[in-house]
């Protein structure tokens, strides 16, 4: 009788514990369809609100409106851009498309983050990431040369620098995922620059099918490897260099409104002027010896010393690297250039605005 007891108690608990979690589902569910019911007007209202701040930005620009109207407006219709996009309304408004990339390397799945603190945190991760692998990107090449001249008698063993180009497609591969990834959240990144990591996986995957020759005559064998180690050395200085700048460039921008907290810097915008001085004549001399690398290697295969495809393709995408950065290079100053001038005049009007104002006499 007691074992019956208790077997009718369990089975009791049992019971009211399942009627419990029926309650809760229901519960929930009413919750979520209300709250999708809810989420379907704001995202009408958010719509609506970005179409009219679409159709007012092109009528300003068609508009023929003074320059210091035209800045004032301009202004103002950033920040609500920037209020729009950096908020939790950025989450109901269309995102962009995943893109291949993703959808080969994911399949259709949805990377889309909705809260704002988790994208940001996708941010802050991502930039640490850049801080990580730039130290490595000037270590590893670093250490190759040094045992290369003290261990390896001036010859490079096949084993390390294979697993150096096996680290590389690993690193530019991480990149582009992480960057097609912010780009759907949100982030302003340049297409440019994963299309560059596209060509620096195609590369590295190439060099991995590269024969590294020795002896006799390594030297002369492994004279563009050793220029692409050295290449790789300054790369990583520049990336250092850049991390540093763009960060700090991008906290300004995000004080003046002119950025949202998801952006990953790259236009037009305050700076620190003096490490912009060091910045820009290393990464054009970097993007020149980049091309001159790519080159060599073509030069290298013309001739006949070493006719591997994989040196033709290797080449062809260093020098396709090289122009492409030194074109966004350029269009990067240039824009920068056009807002210091926008800014200057900007600042003349006010003071000319001061000086004639009845206060000032």
């Given amino acids: 009788m007691a074992g019956t007891g208790t077997e009718r ?28 019911n809810e989420e379907q007007v704001l995202r009408q209202r958010a719509l609506a609100l970005d179409s009219d701040l679409r159709k007012l930005q092109s009528a300003a620009q068609k508009a023929a409106l003074d320059p210091t109207t035209a800045d004032k407006l301009n202004e103002e219709l950033c920040r609500t851009r920037c209020l729009l996009s950096d908020g939790d309304v950025e989450s109901l408004l269309p995102n962009k498309g995943h893109g291949r990339f993703l959808k080969m390397l994911l399949g259709p799945v949805n990377v889309r983050a909705m809260r704002k603190e988790v994208q940001l945190k996708m941010k802050d991760e991502y930039n640490s990431y850049r801080d990580r692998t730039a130290i490595l990107f000037l270590l590893f ?73 020795g002896q006799p005559d390594c030297a002369y064998k492994q004279r563009g490897i050793v220029l692409f180690l050295v290449w790789a050395i300054m790369q990583g200085v520049a990336m250092l260099l ?3 700048y763009q960060r700090q ?31 820009c004549p290393i ?12 080159m060599l290697l073509l030069r290298t295969a013309l001739v006949g010393a070493v006719s591997a495809w994989q040196v033709i393709v290797c080449g062809i ?31 003349s009007k006010q003071d000319m605005d001061q000086l004639l104002s009845p206060d000032s006499r």
């Fill in 9 to 36: 108690d369990l089975f009791a608990e049992a019971a009211r514990l399942g009627e419990l979690a029926r309650e809760i589902q229901d519960s929930i569910s009413s919750l979520i369809s209300s709250t999708w």
């Fill in 141 to 213: 090449p670093s250490i190759l040369l040094i045992l290369r001249s003290w261990i390896w008698n001036g010859c490079l063993p096949a084993l390390p620098v294979q697993l150096y180009q096996a680290w590389l497609l690993f690193l530019y591969t991480s990149l582009a995922l992480r960057e097609n990834i912010l780009r759907v959240n949100g982030s302003d990144i340049r297409p440019w620059w994963i299309y560059h990591h596209y060509c620096a996986m195609a590369m590295a995957l190439v060099s991995l099918t590269w024969e590294i020759k």
């Fill in 283 to 294: 990464l054009f001399i970097l993007q020149g010896f980049e091309a001159y690398v790519g």
């Fill in 249 to 279: 460039r991008l906290y300004t921008r995000i004080a003046l409104g002119k950025a949202k907290r998801m952006d990953v810097v790259w236009g037009e915008g305050a700076g620190v002027k003096g490490q912009l001085w060091v910045l």
């Fill in 317 to 347: 995408l260093l020098v396709v690297m090289a122009a492409g950065n030194f074109v966004n290079t350029v269009q990067t100053l240039i824009a920068k250039s056009k807002f210091k001038a926008k800014m200057m005049r900007s600042k």
């Fill in 242 to 244: 850049q991390n540093r």
